[in-house]
């Protein structure tokens, strides 16, 4: 059965910095692209950021790209997210989603504030 299990969200002051992980299950992690999305208070879910089967290609949204940096293990069947110079705008609820399969973890909230 295919599982995504995000973890490492929290309170973080602006400026700070988070790392979420997703440990994925029951499907050749190796041959996925994964990708993180989020969803803010009051709007549509977005993309963040996306990584191909090997890790070698990523993609960001401009609104995080040179912040946020997308990584994947495939030893270890886990996909991550490092966040720096956070602001109170990356508030929200972040997802993992991995691409062919259409599937969804369950999220992990950020909250950026003073």
């Known amino acids: 059965q295919l599982q995504l299990v995000e973890s490492g969200g929290g309170l973080v002051q602006p400026g700070g910095s988070l790392r979420l992980s997703c440990a994925a299950s029951?499907?050749?992690?190796?041959?996925?692209?994964m990708s993180w999305y989020r969803q803010r208070p009051g709007k549509e879910r977005e993309l963040v950021a996306s990584v191909s089967s090997t890790g070698g290609s990523t993609n960001y949204a401009n609104s995080v790209k040179g912040r946020f940096t997308i990584s994947k293990d495939n030893a270890g069947n886990t996909v991550y997210l490092q966040m720096n110079s956070l602001k109170p705008e990356d508030t929200g609820v972040y997802f993992c989603?991995?691409?062919?399969?259409?599937?969804w973890g369950q999220g992990t909230q950020v909250t950026v504030s003073s």
């Open positions: 029951g499907f050749t992690f190796s041959s996925a692209a």
């Open positions: 989603y991995a691409v062919r399969a259409r599937a």
